[in-house]
């Protein structure tokens, strides 16, 4: 059983910048590909980027393209998200989820964390 906990979150301006964590316990982190979702206040949860279990593949939703960046570090157990040039439709609760599948679908990941929120101000 893998068990996700996201950190990072927080308040910023439009136009500023977070970096997102989510340390991973109790598995093989280094098997697993990992991506970040997000849900908005009243809105579907929707994906926003993954990488493989090696680090070698990632892929964004095309809103976060060329300004979130997602890597992973096997040695540490933790997948990050750096968030720049962020805008208010970023705001959200963030979530890291791990599974088997290099996938951008919520059923492609078997693990989940509890989120982090996320407020970009105007």
């Known amino acids: 059983q893998v068990q996700l906990v996201e950190s990072g979150g927080g308040l910023v301006q439009a136009g500023g910048s977070l970096r997102l964590s989510c340390a991973a316990s109790g598995g093989t982190f280094s098997s697993y590909a990992m991506g970040w979702f997000r849900q908005a206040p009243g809105k579907e949860r929707e994906f926003v980027a993954v990488?493989?279990?090696?680090?070698?593949?990632?892929y964004y939703t095309s809103s976060v393209r060329g300004r979130f960046t997602i890597s992973r570090s096997n040695a540490k157990n933790t997948v990050y998200l750096q968030m720049n040039s962020l805008k208010p439709e970023d705001t959200a609760v963030y979530y890291c989820a791990g599974g088997r599948l290099f996938g951008t679908t919520i059923g492609a990941y078997t693990y989940w964390g509890q989120g982090t929120p996320v407020t970009v101000s105007s």
């Open positions: 990488i493989s279990s090696s680090g070698g593949s990632t």
